[in-house]
């Protein structure tokens, strides 16, 4: 099972690095073609309407909700049945969703007055354009969703994965080719081809290989269509932070300077690239698997992958987010070099990728920790303590923002995604009754503590280099980022030798045995 996972992990890790780095360069293409300004904050916010109808559907989640249902029928030996509850998601949700996205094409000047009530009347005028262009996009996500987490229950993951690679090529091209004619137009264009493409046309294939067996189905009173909808349901009616945070941001955002949503964007998509590769691909990989565990009632071996899989992921995103905010400015001056960024522009958004990194390892954590309740088919506790969570931490936005501008922003949204991932990992503790969660607690508690002191030693050698090297040009911001580094990966092990983690030796072994070079 372990083997099985970590191979599945591998080729979601593969896609999401990739994904990263094509996100980078989508933003960057973004950077370089229209700067950050009123224009790029207008067509950031565009995509409140089209993300909150992909959430009000638990298009987001559909891996979550439809792999235990599909797991269900195929551990009962009735796959059969399975394929009725497939088709007929896909008929039922399908149709509602794209009633749906007409009723928002209808009422988008209505709605992006309420969710962006900061805009001039020009720039609300741009948001509600560019909505309007990217909300059928939404269709053909909701649809490969399903499609892909078919897949993912008969263990193929390489074609899903290749998704979210065609949707940001499809807006590169979208910004390279058509921005110059077309301006800020040409990337929601992309937007659009790219959904067409990656997220629907090519996993109506993959799921033909998968063997799935479609047929129009309306089919609503399936037992395995209302279990499904008994699982999707509390998703969509709550409000989690995980979900939530970027409207909120977006929604304070557009009181605030020009430029700022687009500066919180920069900064939170950087802060993406580490947590997508390691807490969003251990993540999905290991999801179908525990889902499997559940339906086959082996708990003990359920909790043996929960404590594995945190582990590691605490192991590699505490260093990570205590070097990004280390070394922030010049990352960002080594990562949007030579666009229409400059001085305060690449500053500010150093800045917001600074505070945003405090939460990396809870945006991790909170992957796997969701979907050890999804596992076991809850996901009423999730959505609960998610609604809560978020009501409870809008005031900490709105006052950040008054006192701090678009870095109380970045500095509420972590506050608000630790203190949610806090709470569900005592929560899923407690009901798979976890004999191994005070030994979690102090691997967090020492590795917190060795990744703090690590961080301020590089934090200090940072601020050193940068008065003898011209770390503004890219070769100097990369010599400056390799010698911080290495120091800080350097100092992290010692302090993890003397305060007797035992885990780092043995991933280290396991590190030196998958190089092939141990024998």
Known sequence: MHRRI???????????LLSRVLGFFRDWTL????????VTDAYNAAFTLPDFLNYLIAGGSLSVTFIPVFAKYAAEKREEEGWRVFSTVITVMGFVLIGLVLLGELFAPHI???ISPGFSPPERARVVFLTRLMLPAQICFYEGSILSAVQYAKGQFVIPSLAPLIYNIGIILGGILLAPRIGITGFAVGV??????????????????AGAIFSPSFDVKHPGFWLFLKLSVPIMLAVSVSFADDWIIRYFGSYLQAASITWLTYGKNL???????????VGVASFPFLAQLYSEKKFEELNRVLNTTFKGLIFLLLPISALTIAQSVPVVNLVFSHTRMHGQDLYATGQTLAYFSIGMFAWGAQYILARGFYATRDTITPAIVGTVMTALNIPVYWWLAHHMQYVGLALASSFGIIAYTLVLFILLNRRTKNPEESSL??????MTSASLMAGIVCYRLTLLLESHLPWQKIWGALVLLVIVTSAGILLLGILLKILRV??????LRKAWAYTGLAG
Do not use: C
Request: charged share 10%; no cysteine; glycine share 14%.
């Open 192 to 209: 659009l081809g790219g959904a067409i493409a990656g997220n629907f046309l090519l996993q109506i294939y993959g799921a033909y290989r």
């Open 502 to 507: 035992p885990e780092l030796d043995h991933y």
């Open 112 to 114: 992006v007055n309420w």
């Open 441 to 446: 607690v102090i691997f967090f508690l020492k």
């Open 271 to 281: 802060m993406r690239v580490p947590l997508g590769l390691v807490g969003q691909g």
């Open 6 to 16: 970590a191979a599945a992990t591998g080729i979601v890790m593969a896609s999401v």
């Open 31 to 38: 950077a370089h073609q229209m700067g950050s300004n009123a």
